[in-house]
Nanobody, 115 residues
Framework: QVQLVESGGGLVQPGGSLRLSCAAS????????MEWYRQASGKQREWVSG???????TYKDSVKGRFTISRDNSKNTAYLQMNSLNLEDTAVYYC?????????WGQGTQITVSS
């Protein structure tokens, strides 16, 4: 059974930075795509960013230039560096891994941007 464990959420002031991590358990796991989604209160979950196994990354337009996704394949871990955070970034952030044995989601971590 593969589990994704997220960390790094919290409260930050506008303009601040946070880094999220998402680590997958399980050895001999091939992870094709690592992605981040978010869901603001009362809204649908939306895709934020993704990175392929070879490091090709894509971003939602509203986070381009502010967020950076990366991965450490040796640790089965994805990261999301978030800079210049604004009020609209407040949401629960979820990681999603597409792997050789299925698709898995993290438990979610709250990011609150507030002054």
């Amino acid at each position: 059974q593969v589990q994704l464990v997220e960390s790094g959420g919290g409260l930050v002031q506008p303009g601040g930075s946070l880094r999220l991590s998402c680590a997958a358990s399980g050895s001999s796991l091939r992870i094709y795509v690592m992605e981040w989604y978010r869901q603001a209160s009362g809204k649908q979950r939306e895709w934020v960013s993704g990175i392929t196994a070879i490091g090709s990354s894509t971003y939602k337009d509203s986070v381009k230039g502010r967020f950076t996704i990366s991965r450490d394949n040796s640790k089965n871990t994805a990261y999301l560096q978030m800079n210049s955070l604004n009020l609209e970034d407040t949401a629960v952030y979820y990681c999603k891994f597409t792997t050789s044995v299925g698709v898995y989601w993290g438990q979610g971590t709250q990011i609150t941007v507030s002054s």
